[in-house]
Structure formats: structure tokens, C-alpha cells
RNA sequence: GCCCCUGUAGCUCAACUGGCAGAGCAGCGGACUCUUAAUCCGAAGGUUCCAGGUUCGAUUCCUGGCGGGGGCACCA
């Protein structure tokens, strides 16, 4: 369905069809039951039993049998096969899929014609009488069939389903109508999202909703979305984070919170990154990094039970902790540490035959950032904490209480990506201010990303805020590991593209 | 932003070295009371993503554009 200079059309186009002889035929089907005093579009249909729930009840029954037990399912046309006075029909909801059988010596001569006219993809209700056929099919016999919904559009294909992969994404709803396997992930996603919500509510955490557009954003080094507000008339910033407004909760006395939504970063497009993205972060009082260790390693370990998560990667406590440096040397031979400032570091990587990295205008934080990025985190499978961050890329987090220079910093790193990023937050007001500062000068030379100074926020720990380990993990990501999908594409509803 | 691959019927895919664009499914007409990718008979269905170019002739080769995928860069 392509229009001038291979545009793809869309709904708010013209819906001139490009298939004018399938389409007229499904609308003719339409009048035709509107003729016949069919409404094609009901209100509603009541008492249906999901097929997933008469499927596992009948497990026990021998080809033939019959039954006498009455089930009202519903759902839409998926198969056919037969035309005659008998017919098997397939019809698909959410939970799963079941064949109907039609009859004319129980349905009658007009109901059966009816029931034959309609097309694949209508919705249907139906009732019936379950049994077991010949050849050991579970199947419904129809005694009565009611049209919930005219389908005017060709189904995909009822045996290949859907793949192309861009028809997959722009057309969501047809890709979950055509592959069982596009619904199980939706709904391994809910549930992941569930488990999440779960565990933090059992350990006494408050799920709270803090500002989606921002007056300053901050939180992550990220370049943000800009909107903007007419009657204010500002800008105001799609948030990259929701860190600083659930520190500003801690300091008021919430003691344990969290929120679980989207955040916005005006960033690359990849099988890792979509521009919107689903993040719950977590702070919780008289915490640090360690004890967010444990609750990242639990929840996620929860997350996998409930998922039935079966895969290669092994998701139980505890998961393995190396130091950031350590991890660097164990990969590269380099050790960050003892090449402290950026010559010296990038002399060592010159000097290194297992590292081949470009040096030039690059900081001693970045490179130490490339090299985790580039040999570290891709030979990453089972999860692990990498721990102790150099302070110059944690604007947020707390000295280490031993190591001079860095923080009580992790992230945890899974199958080849980052999925959680946790910290001892920084609650000392004054150093708070100080790392803004050097913020704001990486600001005025050029760095897209640095944080803005937010008066607000430093005032609210000028309040006090208690020692605090909080958290932010990647619930897309999460989802890719536990559906074992590559691409983040596949586990978000309706990704970003180009239109 | 750069590199590589890619775009054919509603869907899934063919089409040799440049030589009349095909099949299955779906749809349409017909047969069929145990099929399950139902089967059988018949007819139909195309701006080969778009615009140029080369050529007697372009789905095929070339250039540009648009869309998609993968990679790099950036990031979570």
C-alpha cells in the first residue's frame, strides 16, 4: 500500500483501497447482513468463557465423545475448511484457539449460509456444545453464531501470519492478530511489569507519579525532548529520568518510592534504544548500593519465575560483582586506575595490541566509558554487577567510602547490555552544588549531555536527605531478556519509525 | 550522520546472463457431513516502492529519492 515517492500511506490519508475487489466483497457481505436485519456491530456480548479456560477441561476426552456441556466463546474467524453442509471453523481470542464445527441438521438452512458467508478476521460469538472429534479435535458444535464485528479489511495470511517486519511494527494490531507469538510477549511484558510492581509494593515502597514535562531536566546524561507550554509560555523538557523528584520525595519523608513510566531521550534508534522508553527507578532511605544490589538481583530473579523464564542465562542470587577496573583489565590488560588522567590513559590504549580504540578528543572518563562499552559489555551473558564508577560520570552519586576518585556506583549488565544503573545517592548539598558546577563547565564546552543546575534540587537536600540507595532499571530491556527478544522493537507496542 | 543489505498480487514467496511477471494462501463462482496449511474444478487478481538513465527491450544494470533491516557512532 504505497503511495507517491513510496510513502507508505496511513489512516489519515485518503482510505482509497488498493484493493478494491477484496474490499467491495467484505462490504457487500456487510449490506448483505443489514439486509437480512443483522446488526454487523453490537453493543456487546455477554458471558463468554475465555478459550483458554474450556481448552485444559476437556483434556481427558476420547476421540468422539461427546459431552453435553454448553460453552459461550468468542473471538474472530481464523480458518475454514469445508462449505458444504458441514464445516470446521477455527476462532482465535486471546488465551488461545478452538474449532467450531457447523452443521445443517443443527443449525438450520439460513443460520448455516450465515455463518459460512462470513470472512475471515470477523468477530464472532458463539455457542455450542463442546466434544471431541473423530480425529480428536476439541471442538465446539455450533447451535448458535452472532456476528459481533464486520471485518472490512483482509486478515494477514491465516498460515504464515505476518512477517515483514515493517508492516510487524507500523501495523502492531495486525501482527498480534496473525502471530500468537507477538501476544505471548505483550503479555510476558505485563507481567513483568507486574512482578516489578509486586515486589517493590511487598517491601513497603509507594508507587508515585512525578512530572513528565520538566521545567530543567535531569537525572541521566541524556539530550532531552523540548516542548513547550503556550499559556506559560516556556519550554519545558520531556523527562530523561525521574531521579531528582523522587529524591525531593525521600527528602520529605516517603522513605521508600518509586515510579515505573516512560522516559524521553532525543537519542539514536537501535535494537536497544527507542526514543521513549519504560524505566522504574527506586530510592529507598538508610540504603546505599549494596543493599540495592540485593533488591535489583531479587526482583529481577522474581521477574523470571513469574515469566517461566527458561533461557540460558542464569538469573538467581547472588550475581557475580567485579569492580569497574577490574573488569577493564580482566578484557583489555589496562588497568583506568593507574593511568589517571587522559595522556596517560590514552598512551596506555595506544600501547595495547587487544585494544584498538581512537583516543583523540576524547576525555579519561569517556575513554574509560569506551572501554567498558566496547570490551566489556558485549561479552557480558549472565548478569553482573560491575561496581565502583570514577566520579567524573556520576553526577549524582556518593564518594566511595574507601577508593579516593570514585563512587558507590553499579550497573548491571546482562546478555550484552546495561539494565540497571544504582548509586549511594550523593545527599551532601555542597558537593551537589560542586558537581553541578563542573557539569555546567562541560556544558560550556560543547557536552550535549551535561546536566543542567537545578536550584531546586539542591536546595531540597540543603533539607536533608537521608543516606539513600536508589536504582533505575530498564523494564524494555528486562522484557527483551525474558522473552529473549534481540530487538527492542519487538517488545514495545508501536516503536518509533521514520514516517 | 556514515557503511552494507533490502523493497514483486491483500499475505508468504518465485522469476537463470537483461527477453511476454508466476505459485500457494486469502478473495470470487462451483462440489463436498470429521476437516485442521482440508481437498477438487473454474475464473479473476500487478504503476514489480518512486523519479530519471543505459538499452531494440529493465523486476533484473546505473544514478538519485523514499521506506525497512543490520552495522558504526551516540546512548540506557
Known amino acids: 500500500m504505497r503511495e507517491d515517492g513510496g510513502r507508505v500511506t496511513d489512516q489519515a490519508e485518503q482510505p482509497e483501497p488498493s484493493v478494491p475487489e477484496l474490499l467491495a466483497a467484505r462490504r457487500a457481505k456487510l449490506d448483505r447482513l443489514r439486509e437480512q436485519g443483522v446488526d454487523p456491530f453490537p453493543h456487546a456480548f455477554g458471558g463468554v468463557t475465555p478459550i483458554g479456560d474450556v481448552l485444559p477441561v476437556w483434556d481427558h476426552l476420547e476421540a468422539g465423545e461427546e459431552t453435553g456441556h454448553a460453552y459461550r466463546v468468542a473471538g474472530r474467524l481464523a480458518a475454514r475448511r469445508g462449505q458444504g453442509k458441514m464445516a470446521f471453523l477455527d476462532l482465535v481470542d486471546r488465551s488461545g484457539r478452538l474449532q467450531l464445527q457447523a452443521r445443517v441438521d443443527v443449525l438450520g438452512e439460513e443460520p448455516m449460509?450465515?455463518?459460512?458467508?462470513?470472512?475471515?478476521?470477523?468477530?464472532?460469538?458463539?455457542?455450542?456444545?463442546?466434544?471431541?472429534?473423530?480425529?480428536?479435535?476439541?471442538?465446539?458444535?455450533?447451535?448458535?453464531?452472532?456476528?459481533?464485528?464486520?471485518?472490512?479489511?483482509?486478515?494477514?495470511?491465516?498460515?504464515?501470519?505476518?512477517?515483514?517486519?515493517?508492516?510487524?511494527?507500523?501495523?502492531?494490531?495486525?501482527?498480534?492478530?496473525?502471530?500468537?507469538?507477538?501476544r505471548r510477549t505483550f503479555i510476558t511484558r505485563a507481567r513483568v511489569i507486574r512482578e516489578v510492581r509486586g515486589y517493590l509494593d511487598e517491601q513497603g515502597f509507594i508507587e508515585v507519579e512525578t512530572p513528565i514535562l520538566q521545567p530543567l531536566y535531569g537525572g541521566a546524561l541524556a539530550r532531552p525532548f523540548v516542548t513547550h507550554h503556550n499559556a506559560l509560555d516556556r519550554d519545558l523538557y520531556l523527562r530523561i529520568a525521574t531521579e531528582l523528584y523522587l529524591k525531593r520525595c525521600i527528602v520529605g519523608g516517603l522513605e521508600r518510592v518509586y515510579e515505573l513510566g516512560k522516559d524521553f531521550r532525543n537519542e539514536g534508534i537501535s535494537f536497544k534504544h527507542n526514543p521513549e522508553f519504560t524505566m522504574v527507578e527506586w530510592y529507598e532511605a538508610y540504603a546505599d548500593y549494596e543493599d540495592a544490589m540485593a533488591r535489583t538481583e531479587a526482583v529481577v530473579a522474581r521477574v523470571a519465575d513469574a515469566c517461566g523464564y527458561d533461557g540460558e542465562l542464569d538469573f538467581s542470587p547472588p550475581w557475580k560483582?567485579?569492580?569497574?577496573?577490574?573488569?577493564?583489565?580482566?578484557?583489555?590488560?589496562?588497568?583506568?586506575?593507574?593511568?589517571?588522567?587522559?595522556?596517560?590513559?590514552?598512551?596506555?590504549?595506544?600501547?595495547?595490541?587487544?585494544?584498538?580504540l581512537p583516543t583523540a578528543d576524547r576525555t579519561w572518563p569517556q575513554l574509560v566509558d569506551d572501554l567498558l562499552s566496547h570490551h566489556v559489555e558485549p561479552n557480558v551473558t549472565d548478569p553482573v554487577f560491575l561496581i565502583d564508577y570514577p566520579k567524573e560520570l556520576s553526577p549524582f552519586a556518593k564518594d566511595h567510602r574507601s577508593e579516593p576518585g570514585l563512587v558507590e556506583r553499579f550497573e548491571a549488565f546482562c546478555s550484552g547490555m546495561e539494565i540497571a544503573n544504582a548509586f549511594t545517592e550523593l545527599n551532601d548539598p555542597d558537593e551537589q552544588r560542586r558537581r553541578f558546577d563542573a557539569q555546567a563547565r562541560l556544558a560550556g564546552e560543547g557536552d550535549e549531555e551535561a546536566q543542567p543546575y537545578d536550584e531546586v534540587f539542591v536546595q531540597a537536600l540543603e533539607q536533608g536527605m537521608p543516606p539513600t540507595g536508589g536504582v533505575g532499571l530498564g523494564i524494555d530491556r528486562l522484557v527483551m531478556l525474558m522473552t529473549g527478544k534481540r530487538s527492542i522493537r519487538e517488545i514495545v507496542l508501536f516503536p518509533a519509525m521514520r514516517d
Open 113 to 182: 449460509a450465515r455463518l459460512l458467508e462470513l470472512d475471515l478476521g470477523d468477530l464472532l460469538g458463539v455457542d455450542g456444545e463442546i466434544f471431541r472429534s473423530r480425529r480428536g479435535e476439541l471442538t465446539l458444535r455450533v447451535t448458535q453464531a452472532t456476528v459481533l464485528a464486520k471485518s472490512l479489511r483482509p486478515p494477514p495470511d491465516k498460515h504464515h501470519g505476518l512477517t515483514d517486519v515493517e508492516t510487524r511494527f507500523r501495523r502492531r494490531e495486525l501482527d498480534l492478530m496473525a502471530n500468537e507469538d507477538a
Open 321 to 356: 560483582r567485579v569492580t569497574l577496573r577490574d573488569a577493564i583489565a580482566e578484557r583489555t590488560g589496562i588497568d583506568v586506575l593507574e593511568h589517571r588522567d587522559q595522556a596517560a590513559l590514552a598512551a596506555a590504549i595506544a600501547a595495547s595490541d587487544r585494544v584498538d
